[in-house]
Structure formats: structure tokens, C-alpha cells
């Protein structure tokens, strides 16, 4: 069993930077590959981007490609993602996940979720 836990979400202006943390639970967190995906009201969770167990491989949705970040840190069982210049179009909540497998970009590929943080970015 995985639990994940969220943080770093809050308004921010358009252009601005966030830094979400995600902390996990349990012993194997390095055999996880970790996923971020964001949902706004209405709309489908969507794939945002994915780190492999390792931390060697990483992809991005063309989205946020060249503005986001994922990084992990297995000693601390912690992944992040650095958000830069961000849009209003950003506005979401972001759900980190973990995939007892290599890392993809369905939902259904990712084994166990968090409750989300809610970034919110305004023009």
C-alpha cells in the first residue's frame, strides 16, 4: 500500500512559479514511477508529467513542456514538479500518482492516487 500526500498548491499570478511536493508512504517508493495529472471543474484528469523509478527518465505533455519540472528524491520518497510561467489555462487540481510499472500517461496505468492540491492561477 501507497499513500500520497499533496502540498504547494495555492493562487498565483499568470507568469508566476509554484512547487508541488508529493510525500509517499510505504517502503518501495523507488519502485514506483511517479505520475502528475491535473483536473479542472468539468473537464477529464489529464497526464501532466511522469518520472520513471529511477529518476533518469522523465515526459511531458506538450502542454507544460519546457515550463514544468518533475524531479524525485527516493531518500526522501518524495517527487516534485516545478511550475514555471504559469497560464491561467494551468488552473487545475493536481493529483499525484504512483505506477508500479514503467511510467505512463493514462490514469489507468497509475496504481495509487493522492487527494490533489489545488493551484489556481489568475490573469
Known amino acids: 500500500q501507497v499513500q500520497l500526500v499533496e502540498s504547494g498548491g495555492g493562487l498565483v499570478q499568470a507568469g508566476g512559479s509554484l512547487r508541488l511536493s508529493c510525500v509517499t508512504s510505504?517502503?518501495?517508493?523507488?519502485?514506483?514511477?511517479m505520475g502528475w495529472f491535473r483536473q479542472a471543474p468539468g473537464k477529464e484528469r489529464e497526464f501532466v508529467a511522469a518520472?520513471?523509478?529511477?529518476?533518469?527518465?522523465?515526459i511531458y505533455a506538450d502542454s507544460v513542456k519546457g515550463r514544468f519540472t518533475v524531479s524525485r528524491d527516493n531518500a526522501d520518497k518524495t517527487v516534485y514538479l516545478q511550475m514555471n510561467d504559469l497560464k491561467p489555462e494551468d488552473t487545475a487540481a493536481y493529483h499525484c500518482?504512483?505506477?508500479?510499472?514503467?511510467?505512463?500517461?493514462?490514469?489507468?496505468?497509475?496504481?495509487?492516487w493522492g487527494q490533489g492540491t489545488q493551484v489556481t492561477v489568475s490573469s
Open positions: 510505504g517502503r518501495t517508493f523507488s519502485s514506483y514511477a
Open positions: 500518482a504512483a505506477a508500479y510499472r514503467d511510467m505512463g500517461t493514462k490514469t489507468w496505468e497509475y496504481d495509487y
Open positions: 518520472i520513471s523509478w529511477s529518476g533518469g527518465e522523465t
